[in-house]
């Protein structure tokens, strides 16, 4: 059966947007309105890409030399790899950094003997369960897959494709494991400085689903104005409402992050809606450090509905009324030229209020 996002998002939200000057969703590719739909290292990846080796379930334990039973492996109830790890670095696309730049609050994993494991990732706890085969670890957290391994009294756990976080039982780095590299986290984000405050605000920008099996093969190719709320709390939390000319996309909550030096910031997805189906946490991993573009949120990200149909959607945002003229063409808003550069000098609720195309939990 073929679907429409449209379709499903304004049943889903029980609203229909008015359209703002005659968009509403452009499908099709010009040399000024097609952006470039090839993947980004520091777009957030979708966990449904991890592919962790399979293994079979750790049974239950006693006590003494009584073994856990996992992919047909004999493991001792006593084994090092049973207990609480405590993460001391990330690799984030090849280069280290200490963790706390990465996760401020940290990052704990328990394994138990039972087959379920515990994480706690910058304040955030959930509970999963993981399997052993030989050095390669899996997990299942909340639902989603993620791989992992052990060597070398180092527990790994790839949070999201080409990010990894290494645990040890203290938290220090290995006897002879080296010192953590400086890391490079691109360009500079220019004249708005890292904080919270840099999130908090208003965004314009861009949506398009670029890719996805038979059942959204038609909406291949839809290319709409995209708008954001961000509402960002004294304590790192956000709320995002996030909507196109013509529906809402949802809601989503974010946890924020700024490193010690105030060099890296990123959000976390916690929770909320986003194509009328509960946001996993970690579903979006944000980092304007290592964007292409100064003071650019970007998302290349993969939805699955609860059919198993998908599809395939990058988002690009900026603060309202910042120009985009460093973005190619191909990267700028459908409606950039013609609209925006008109009115983003008037506030932007003032306006899509004007054109009754605001989120709608926000009138």
Not at 16 to 41: E, F, I, Q, R, Y
Not at 106 to 112: I, Q, W
Not at 337 to 353: K, Q
């Amino acid at each position: 059966m073929k679907k429409s996002i449209s379709i499903i998002l304004a049943v889903a939200m029980c609203i229909t947007l008015l359209a703002a000057c005659g968009s509403g969703g452009n499908n099709g590719s010009s040399s000024s309105s097609s952006p470039n739909n090839s993947s980004n290292a520091s777009n957030s990846q979708s966990n449904s890409s991890v592919s962790p080796s399979s293994g079979g379930n750790v049974g239950n334990a006693g006590s003494g030399n009584e073994t856990v039973q996992s992919s047909g492996n004999s493991i001792a109830a006593d084994h090092p790899i049973l207990g609480t790890w405590i993460a001391y670095t990330a690799d984030i696309f090849g280069d280290e950094t200490d963790i706390r730049s990465f996760y401020a609050q940290g990052a704990t994993l328990e394994l138990k003997a039972n087959g379920e494991c515990t994480t706690i990732f910058n304040g955030n706890d959930a509970k999963g369960s993981w399997t052993m085969s030989g050095s390669t670890l899996s997990y299942n957290i909340g639902g989603a897959e993620y791989a992992g391994s052990y060597e070398s009294d180092v527990v790994m756990f790839e949070v999201l494709d080409d990010i990894f976080l290494y645990f040890t039982k203290d938290g220090n780095p290995p006897a002879g494991g080296g010192a953590i590299s400086t890391t490079d986290f691109g360009p500079s984000i220019g004249e708005r400085a890292i904080g919270h405050d840099w999130w908090d605000g208003h965004w314009y920008g861009s949506f398009y689903l670029y890719d996805g099996n038979e059942a959204y093969e038609d909406e291949i190719g839809y290319y709409d104005d995209l708008y954001a709320v961000i509402d960002v709390t004294t304590s790192g939390r956000a709320i995002m409402y996030i909507w196109t000319d013509s529906m809402s996309l949802g809601t989503v909550h974010l946890d924020i992050t700024i490193s010690e030096d105030g060099q890296f910031h990123q959000a976390l997805a916690v929770g909320g809606d986003l194509f009328n189906e509960d946001v996993k946490q970690g579903e979006w991993l944000i980092m304007p450090t290592v964007s292409r573009y100064a003071n650019m949120i970007e998302i290349d990200q993969i939805f699955a509905d609860i059919d198993g149909d998908w599809f395939k959607y990058e988002i690009l945002l900026r603060p309202w009324g910042m120009d985009w003229d460093d973005v190619p063409d191909y990267d700028q808003p459908y409606w950039y030229e013609d609209w925006y550069l008109g009115i983003m000098h008037l506030p932007m609720l003032d306006v899509l209020t004007d054109l009754g195309t605001l989120h709608p939990e926000l009138y």
